[in-house]
């Protein structure tokens, strides 16, 4: 797998991507997840001309997963990351994740953040098995109160859900002395 900046040529590709990959939200009761559409082309152009929306692509440079993160509270807060169940348990997750990871490294960012479903498997329990540890309300900035509360707006707080950080290595939590 290559890790690489999606093209605007992908974006569709990428969209496909995504309502693959939640599909298996059906099984858990939450068809409304796998009916949600993915977002548009033109918001995952806003990611990509960010230089935030990452792909990895297989063997014949075919995108099979994506990430899309975008600077929330001094983080990089991962907005979506989506595997194509063909390449699912693979460790293409976790690869897009390590990318976004070396990606604020390099720019002193001192963490990843998202939210996500509570009780799915490969949500929170997945991300907890990665390092990422959750946030509790009261620790909680600005911007991740607001997608809280947009996330609220659309229903999605219907299931569980819960905020989750990730420290970047060799970048001290807040309030920590650098090494």
């Known amino acids: 797998?290559?890790?690489?900046?999606?093209?605007?040529?992908?974006?569709?590709?990428?969209?496909?991507?995504?309502?693959?990959?939640?599909?298996?939200?059906?099984?858990?009761?939450?068809?409304?997840?796998?009916?949600?559409?993915?977002?548009?082309?033109?918001?995952?152009?806003g990611f990509h001309r960010e230089g935030l929306a990452w792909v990895a692509a297989d063997d014949a440079d075919t995108p099979v997963a994506y990430l899309v993160a975008r600077l929330v509270d001094s983080c990089l807060h991962i907005e979506q990351v989506s595997v194509h169940p063909a390449h699912a348990r693979r460790g293409v997750g976790r690869a897009l994740l390590d990318h976004a990871s070396g990606w604020a490294e390099a720019r002193g960012i001192p963490a990843l953040t998202l939210s996500t479903f509570a009780s799915v498997p490969w949500n929170a329990p997945y991300y907890r098995r990665l390092?990422?540890?959750?946030?509790?309300?009261?620790?909680?900035?600005?911007?991740?109160?607001?997608?809280?509360?947009e996330e609220d707006a659309l229903g999605l707080t219907r299931w569980p859900r819960v905020f989750m950080r990730r420290e970047i290595r060799g970048i001290p939590a807040e309030g920590q002395p650098r090494p």
């Not at 605007?8 to 796998?34: H, K, S, T, V, Y």
């Not at 390092?131 to 509360?149: C, H, K, N, S, V």
Request: hydrophobic share 40%; aromatic share 4%; charged share 40%.
């Open 131 to 149: 390092g990422f540890r959750r946030i509790d309300d009261e620790a909680m900035g600005p911007g991740l109160a607001r997608i809280r509360a």
């Open 1 to 45: 797998m290559r890790i690489r900046s999606v093209r605007c040529d992908e974006l569709q590709a990428i969209r496909d991507i995504e309502r693959e990959a939640g599909e298996a939200f059906r099984g858990f009761g939450m068809a409304e997840i796998a009916e949600d559409e993915p977002p548009s082309a033109d918001a995952l152009l």
